[in-house]
């Protein structure tokens, strides 16, 4: 099947627009029912998580750059768990 560039660049352009509107209703989303204190708190605690999962991965491997990958992975795993668990 051949698609015209014309074509091509229509649905990258609504792919693109799809996904602003994604992120823009989440946005939404959090301000109208996220408590402010608890977002804070639960950032603040993520971002202690992953920094202290940082300083032990770099001492461990020895390298910035596989152990930001490493706890990246970490963390993302984390989130999926938890996500999965409320659905």
């Known amino acids: 099947m051949k698609i015209k560039l014309s ?3 229509k649905i990258i352009q609504e792919e693109t627009l799809s996904e602003d509107w994604h992120g823009a209703n989440a946005e939404r989303t959090i301000g109208l029912y996220f408590n402010v204190d608890r977002h804070k708190a639960a950032l603040h605690h993520l ?3 992953y920094q202290d999962a940082l300083t032990d991965a770099i001492a461990d491997l020895g390298n910035e750059d ?3 990958d490493a706890v ?10 938890w996500l999965s668990e409320k659905m």
């Not at 990246?72 to 768990?81: E, K, S, T, W």
């Open 47 to 49: 971002d202690r998580l």
């Open 72 to 81: 990246n992975r970490g963390i993302d795993r984390i989130l999926q768990r």
């Open 7 to 9: 074509e091509l660049k």
């Open 66 to 68: 596989e152990a930001m």
